[in-house]
């Protein structure tokens, strides 16, 4: 069988630090893929939240071919129509006054920028919380709450605090005048798509506030229209320091962002921070698009509606106990630990997700999923949870 040809050349010439994947993807439209024997899914994890209009758009293809066909690089010597569009587009997304941007190529060096951003305060204490997902870079490894990835790559950033995700009291004991950036997922989606109190980030917003520390919001997977709202915030009402980007940002092009809002828009000076491929014309054509299709689509609305539909109904089959989320953002609690075993069947009829924890399945499908493939997902599932495929 052709995927385990692949599974077993990737073992030998791959590096093991995913290990070894049993499928082999070759071509997708839309939120439908194939792999490399001819078998096809529905594709609901999307890249994990990255293939934010599925596979091969018209509108990415036409604006990356032409690019492509024209000007591919020109380093950070040289402005490029582009860069200046998308952070213009991303400034207007903030809906603040002043902010700029910062572009870079994944969601490990757009928080990076982040921390050195924060550095220019003077200070260099950061609060994170348990459980988060920042990045694997050393400096996002050190913000990235879960010791089992930690643990192996110590001595890691010092002053750094992890405080149970959800509790303002112990962000409150935490926060002082040395803290130069809280760093806060608006939803942890590698732990498994855990939702904050309502509240939380305002009262987040105060202490930072109080003590002059940026709030930095990782909006690496809630962002991009994924929960109905561009950044995955701005139901709480707050504006943060710093936001940050990537996964869905270039539609499966490789692009992150750090948006740093009002004074923090000033505080790095050239020579400070820079990166090669950084606003490459390229990948931010791509991002371009994705707004713009977002936006001509009114996909937010949409996103919105499909997500409470699924939140809905998938709540209601035998075996789920929780069905956590916002928008196209879910996490499928289920009462057995068995959601490693429940992915693979899934692929096996036909559906692809990520099992966040051994309880969760994670789905972010594309957010031009249409009612027939939610229809089709909610069928499948129940089917697999209730007679195991
Ligand atoms: C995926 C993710 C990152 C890391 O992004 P990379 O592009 O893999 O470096 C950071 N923060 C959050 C919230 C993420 O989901």
Known sequence: MKNNIYAKRWGKSVQNNYGVPEI?????????????????????????????????????????????????????????????????????????????VFFCQSGAEANEAAIKLSRKSGRSHIVAAQGSFHGRTMGALSLTGQPSKREPFLPLLKNVKHVPFGDIEAMRRSITKKTAMVIIEPIMGEAGV???????LQGIRELCDKYGALLVIDAVQTGMGRTGDWFGYEYSGITPDVI????????????????????????????????????????????LAVIKTIE??????????????????????????QVRGSGLLI?????????????????????????????????APALIVTDAQVNKFINIFRKVLTNGG
């Open 24 to 100: 082999t993807l070759i071509k997708g439209r839309g939120l439908v893929v194939q792999d490399v024997e001819g078998k096809i899914y529905l594709d609901f994890l999307g890249g994990i939240a990255t293939n934010i209009l599925g596979h091969a758009h018209p509108s990415i293809v036409a604006a990356v071919s032409k690019q492509v066909e024209t000007l591919n690089h020109v380093s950070n010597y040289y402005a490029h129509p582009n860069a200046v569009l998308l952070a213009e587009k991303l400034v207007s997304l903030t809906k603040t006054k002043k902010a700029k």
């Open 194 to 200: 855990i939702v904050p109190p309502i509240d939380y």
């Open 244 to 287: 940050t980007l990537a996964k869905g940002l270039g539609g499966g092009l490789p692009l992150g962002a750090m948006i740093a809002i009002g004074d923090s828009a000033d505080l790095f000076k050239p020579g400070e921070h820079g990166s090669t491929f950084g606003g490459n014309p390229i990948t931010t054509a791509a991002a």
């Open 296 to 321: 001509k689509q009114s996909l937010l609305k949409k996103v919105r509606k499909q997500g409470q539909r699924l939140i809905q109904e998938l709540a209601l089959i035998p075996g789920v106990s």
């Open 331 to 363: 996490g499928i609690e289920m009462e057995e630990a068995h959601a490693n075993e429940i992915a693979r069947k899934l692929a096996e009829a036909g559906v692809l997700v990520n099992a966040a924890n051994s309880n969760t399945i994670r789905i």
